[in-house]
């Protein structure tokens, strides 16, 4: 497997992963988020939105060294995935 290189502000990040964001929950005391308004009905389900700045804060404090990269990714360094 290849190596990828990040890059924050134009500077190569190495020996870094980037981190699943499936653990991420829209709040429902935000009025960006949208919270899935059919969760049980399969037909309207999905229809969920984690605006950015929750998405931040959820990211911080599940991996407080996690970077955000100008590709858009959230990357943690190799070995410190939890």
């Known amino acids: 497997m290849e ?3 990040y890059y924050d502000d134009g ?7 980037e981190i699943g964001l499936d653990f991420l929950k829209p709040k429902t005391d ?6 899935d308004p ?4 399969p037909i309207y389900s999905g229809d969920e939105y984690v605006c950015f700045n ?3 804060n959820q990211v911080q404090e599940k991996h407080p060294e996690a970077r955000y990269t100008d590709s858009d ?4 360094q190799r070995g410190d995935l939890r």
């Open 11 to 17: 500077k190569p990040i190495k020996n870094h992963i």
């Open 54 to 56: 929750c998405e931040v």
């Open 30 to 35: 935000c009025n960006d988020c949208q919270v």
């Open 73 to 76: 990714d959230w990357i943690v």
């Open 3 to 5: 190596a990828v290189t």
């Open 38 to 41: 059919c969760p049980d009905d």
